[in-house]
């Protein structure tokens, strides 16, 4: 018997969890009346394209549930109800290569508390075999027992977060990363050539992570090498231990659960950023800042990247493409760099500080560039970029990648093709995961390998 409280914080590996106890929720929270006196069946087909390993895969499945409702003793104006539910979902992937997810169990409301408006806490209770995964008649994992979870939801937006839940019983699958899980079955190998290199084991001023793809040595020339900068939530003290938090999401998670393409030929070190200590100076005046992060950026900046610094310096990306390129089989000429929300700043900030020097083309995802662009002004424009960043991003403003692109284009020599812009739809501080797979039609590494250094 497991016994243990898990902390929901958004992730990638809580997502095929998360969307599963979100349905139910939905199955379950209806408006009094909405529902019959009696117990009421309903069933859900539904059909979409998920791309969370990395590569489209196509899900076809449906969701049954049986319910009843009780007044709910709270008050308010939703009732308690139990539903039992059943669903199986089948994943395919472009190869034709399957696998199902499935469970059954009794799903009861414990409590409704209205928090105002439309919005409600709810703590609820699972009980039976929530989450099987298999393939071919093999059972990958099985979760049975009882989960007792507490979420908020918003009835009039369907806005949803989990704030934490209980388990009783064996539920492997529960904290899992449904892709490593099913990487045996859809995978590309990837992960089997991605290996760690902690702080201190090379000569090399980061941790990183490495990826040595099947052509590395026999291409003429050297490989492409793609140097990748970590968010603040991976940042760590380069140890063994530490470096895992690089494989959380990005490049580094993708390789890792065997969504990385063998074909795509680039050599990849992900590096992890060290705060020596923790504790910007001044960062306290970002409380409550519209976009802290924005806010933090322009603050690191301004005080010359100390070593408290929380995202990545100019300076360890020079220190460390410097190492790579003469520590790996790699074309100098093709040397890319990219980095998500404060890696991203901090490639901003190294093209400010280096230029061409080293680099062919940059894709900062989700940063704030306009501290560099007052550095440096046109200076930018002497490495193509493609910046990506979310519509809705309240952490780092958009306004980072939308008015630095904006100058960045109307500089001399800059062309549309290399002063490039995405902004996702609906969006807040991510994108990465989106830009990295492709899931919004954008392809950044052909247009990197497009470009050489001059």
């Avoid at 049986?66 to 472009?94: C, K």
């Avoid at 020596?276 to 001044?282: K, R, V």
């Avoid at 924005?294 to 070593?307: E, I, K, R, Y």
Wanted: aromatic share 10%.
């Amino acid at each position: 018997m497991m016994r243990e409280t898990v902390e929901f914080f958004p992730s990638r590996r809580h997502a095929g969890r998360l969307a599963l106890a979100a349905a139910v929720a939905g199955v379950m929270l209806v408006p009094a009346g909405a529902a019959a006196a009696g117990p009421e069946e309903s069933t859900e087909r539904y059909s979409f394209v998920n791309w969370d390993c990395g590569h489209p895969l196509q899900v076809d499945g449906e969701v049954t549930s049986r319910m009843l409702e009780r007044t709910n003793p709270q008050g308010g104006d939703l009732p308690l109800t139990h539903a039992n539910v059943e669903f199986i979902n089948t994943w395919t992937s472009a190869d034709g290569d399957s696998f199902t997810t499935s469970g059954r169990f009794l799903a009861k409301d414990l409590r409704i508390t209205p928090l105002g408006g439309s919005v409600y806490e709810v703590t609820a209770q699972q009980l039976g075999q929530p989450f099987v995964v298999s393939a071919d008649d093999r059972v990958l994992t099985r979760d049975r027992g009882n989960i007792t979870f507490t979420f908020t939801v918003d009835t009039a937006t369907g806005a949803f977060e989990f704030l934490g839940a209980d388990i009783a019983g064996p539920h492997p699958g529960f904290d899992a990363d449904l892709c490593a899980i099913v990487e045996p079955v859809i995978g590309t190998g990837s992960g089997e050539r991605h290996t760690p290199h902690p702080l201190g084991s090379t000569e090399a001023s980061m941790g990183y992570y490495e990826y040595l793809p099947p052509s590395y040595g026999t291409v003429d020339g050297g490989s492409p090498l793609l140097v990748t900068a970590n968010g603040y939530g991976e940042n760590g003290d380069g140890s063994a231990e530490a470096l895992d938090r690089l494989l959380w999401t990005g490049i580094p998670r993708f390789i890792d659960i065997g969504g990385w393409p063998l074909d795509r030929d680039f050599v990849v070190l992900s590096t992890q950023h060290v705060e020596q200590p923790p504790g910007l100076p001044g960062a306290e005046s970002c409380d409550g800042a519209e976009w802290p992060g924005s806010c933090v950026m322009q603050l690191q900046h301004d005080l010359g990247h100390p070593p408290q610094s929380p995202c990545t310096t100019p300076q360890e990306l020079h220190d460390f493409i410097a190492y790579a390129t003469t520590e790996y089989d790699v074309d100098p000429d093709r040397v890319y760099v990219t980095g998500l929300s404060c890696g991203a700043f901090g490639v901003w900030e190294y093209l400010a500080a280096y230029g061409d020097e080293q680099v062919a083309a940059a894709v900062p995802i989700a940063g704030d560039g306009r501290p560099a662009w007052s550095t440096v002004g046109c200076g930018l424009a002497e490495v193509p970029v493609w910046a990506i960043h979310g519509e809705f991003d309240d952490v780092v403003n958009p306004a980072g990648s939308v008015d630095t692109v904006g100058a960045v284009s109307g500089c001399p020599g800059a062309t549309p093709d290399s002063a490039m812009l995405s902004i996702y739809a609906e969006l807040g501080h991510e994108g990465w995961d989106q830009a990295y797979s492709g899931s919004e039609g954008d392809d950044i590494y052909s247009w990197l390998l497009a470009h050489e250094r001059e």
